[in-house]
């Protein structure tokens, strides 16, 4: 059985340490969050992680979900573990208080997010999105709208659901089918089929508030003609109590690779009473308002992933006798040494260690960003957070599921037999690559979107702020600036070379700058994780400098910021020689001959 211990030392070190973030005091809610604050909650929240959804996250693999009558059963525990998850108040923690939430920043739902998805990725998805429906009803939903449902989605008693692909749209939504037909109520009728829908069906909330995307009569063609509706399993009466059932249902689940303790639903709407989001037509730009947090929770989800497999492939390296050390034997009294004296399964393990370590402190500054530009209205975190979302997304959980591999690799034959469960953590991390735009789309939206966004102002900023750090650290340890701040420093003309041979040759030929656009989110990515690292690694020295406490957690912190630095920036170079090959070779074949 798999084990997972919660990450809260190195998630206090990231949020006190790091970002200071009881310092940032121009951040609404920031300033209550001191160190015993965050303890206490974080804590809190580890004991149900470790103790209740870790233990149902094989169950839920072996079990999945069933469709009995219309009616689809979630896995054995996991009705008790969403009550517990609910009566804790873990599903309204960064809830507006307005309708039941505790108003607390989004940085600490984003580290709690982190335990509970590692524990049981299936599982934190009911309530994921359940959160994602909470937010666009709650930044783009009538007051009405935000009265009747927002209170009980809070509180996860009702659920919550995102309706957009169709079986011959996903990525291309301008496609879409579902009409939306005006009723005599000023309600609509919905008609369609949505497949993949996640936690479409389920039997652990009273009701399920489905939102979808569909088309007026009188839509403009493409994306430009899609509206968003609230499609209610049960209507709501006016007193709040339950009304009739709506006509539509699950005609089906998904048998999948993984995340099998999650619903997968085909769903059908047959005129179902839907009620409008927002403007007409204007439901792809509703959509887009809460992506940045929708696609950061998915990069969670992939390093959330990698983060647990690593924990188990480093207690079996620690366990498991094979061979001896080249060096020197280091158990004699032991049939063989442990296999983390090789150096092959050290490599493998810091490339697991250093990438979800830097993938936190990314993820967490990614969220303190979306705290600062919704608490402190804050433009500049909007827009730097805008640029680096697809990093976030399509670079973490490329890594993440990378490093889920890794770490089954590490344990041999057992990695790949269920017992330890490893190949399960491979397969439900699979799924961060695809859903949420594919990763090749985040790509896409980096280079074709972001990079020119604002005039190319938001990654201008961006590399100020890597050439700020540096600036400001430099000339104060030599070890520092060579392990460090030479190598990003380095890594980061990489990128800004990349994207000048985007300026110089993908106007002439699209195709140039498109065939690099992958290449190019992992280069930022690389970048952007060697900006944590130095971050942490600059934090971490301080630490010891002051000796204020834990000096073995500083020492390997540094020391592990070396390896990102040492062998896996360098990356940067590899992608930079991959991108200037532009479009020649990519395209040089007939479709036919493939
Ligand atoms: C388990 C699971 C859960 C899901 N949950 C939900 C959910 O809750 N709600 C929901 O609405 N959807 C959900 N989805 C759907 C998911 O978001 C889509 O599968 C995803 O967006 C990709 O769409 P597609 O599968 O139709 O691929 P396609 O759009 O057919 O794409 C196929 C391939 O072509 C590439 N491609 C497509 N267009 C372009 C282009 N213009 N340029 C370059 N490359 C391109 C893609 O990157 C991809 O690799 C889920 C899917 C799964 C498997």
């Known amino acids: 059985m798999p084990i997972y211990t919660a990450p809260l030392k190195d998630q206090q070190f990231i949020l006190h340490d790091v970002l200071r973030i009881a310092e940032q005091a121009d951040v609404p809610g920031y300033d209550e969050l001191d160190r015993e604050t965050t303890e206490a909650i974080l804590g809190e929240a580890a004991k149900l992680a470790e103790n209740v959804l870790a233990p149902l996250n094989p169950v839920g693999d072996e079990e999945g979900c069933k469709l009995e009558n219309g009616v689809v059963r979630t896995p054995k525990g996991f009705k008790d573990a969403f009550d517990q998850v609910r009566d804790g108040g873990w ?155 709506n006509s539509l249902s699950c005609g089906g689940l998904e048998k999948k690779m993984g995340i099998h303790g999650n619903a997968t639903c085909v769903m059908n709407y047959d005129g179902a009473r839907g009620f409008l989001v927002g403007e007409a037509h204007k439901g792809m730009r509703a959509m887009f308002t809460m992506m940045n947090e929708a696609r950061l929770g998915v990069g969670l989800q992939g390093y959330a992933q990698g983060a647990v497999a690593y924990q188990n492939a480093l207690g079996f390296a620690q366990d498991r006798l094979q061979g001896r050390d080249v060096t020197g034997v280091k158990a004699p009294e032991k049939a063989a040494d442990p296999i983390i004296v090789h150096p092959d399964v050290r490599r493998n393990l810091m490339d697991q260690k250093s990438f979800v370590e830097g993938a936190r402190a990314f993820t967490f500054w990614g969220a303190s960003l979306i705290d600062r530009s919704h608490r402190a209205h804050d433009a500049d975190a909007e827009g730097l957070i805008s640029l680096m979302t697809p990093v976030i997304k399509g670079f973490l959980t490329d890594k993440g599921f990378e490093t889920t591999v890794l770490a089954q690799q590490t344990l041999g034959g057992s990695g790949f037999t269920r017992e330890w469960g490893l190949e399960q953590f491979v397969r439900d991390a699979r799924i961060t690559m695809i859903y949420e735009g594919t990763n090749g789309i985040q790509s896409l939206d980096l280079v074709g979107r972001k990079l020119g966004q604002d005039g190319g102002k938001h990654v201008m900023a961006f590399f100020e702020m890597v050439k700020t750090f540096i600036a400001d650290h430099k000339g104060q340890d030599a070890d520092f600036d060579k392990q460090f701040l030479d190598p990003l420093k380095a890594a980061s003309k990489d990128l800004q070379a990349a994207g000048m041979y985007f300026m110089q040759n993908g106007m002439k030929n699209p195709n140039n700058a498109l065939s690099g656009s992958y290449d190019f989110m992992h280069l930022f990515g690389h970048v952007c994780l060697g900006l944590m690292w130095a971050r942490m690694g600059w934090a971490a020295r301080e630490a010891l400098a002051a000796n204020t406490g834990d000096v073995e957690f500083y020492e390997t912190k540094l020391a592990t910021g070396r390896y990102y630095m040492a062998r896996q920036l360098p990356m940067t170079g590899t992608h930079l020689a991959r991108i200037q090959t532009g479009a020649e070779t990519v395209m040089a074949l007939d479709a036919a001959n493939f």
């Open 91 to 245: 599903t309204a923690l960064d809830c507006d208080p307005e309708y039941g939430g505790q108003g607390l920043p989004y940085l600490v739902s984003t580290a709690v997010g982190e335990m509970f998805s590692s524990a049981n990725m299936a599982f934190n998805m009911y309530q994921g999105l359940t959160h994602g429906a909470y937010n666009a009803i709650h930044a783009h939903g009538s007051d009405e709208q935000k009265r009747t449902y927002l209170p009980k989605m809070v509180s996860c008693e009702w659920g919550g659901t995102m309706n957009l692909t169709e079986p011959h749209c996903g990525t291309d939504l301008g496609l879409i089918r579902t009409k939306a037909v005006p009723n005599d109520d000023g309600s609509y009728a919905i008609t369609g089929q949505k497949i993949w829908i996640s936690a479409g069906e389920h039997d652990m909330c009273d009701n399920i508030i489905h939102l979808v995307l569909a088309k007026l009569p009188d839509a403009p063609e493409g994306v430009k003609g899609i509206s968003l509706f609230i499609v209610p399993k049960f209507m709501v009466n006016e007193d709040g109590s339950l009304g009739e059932r």
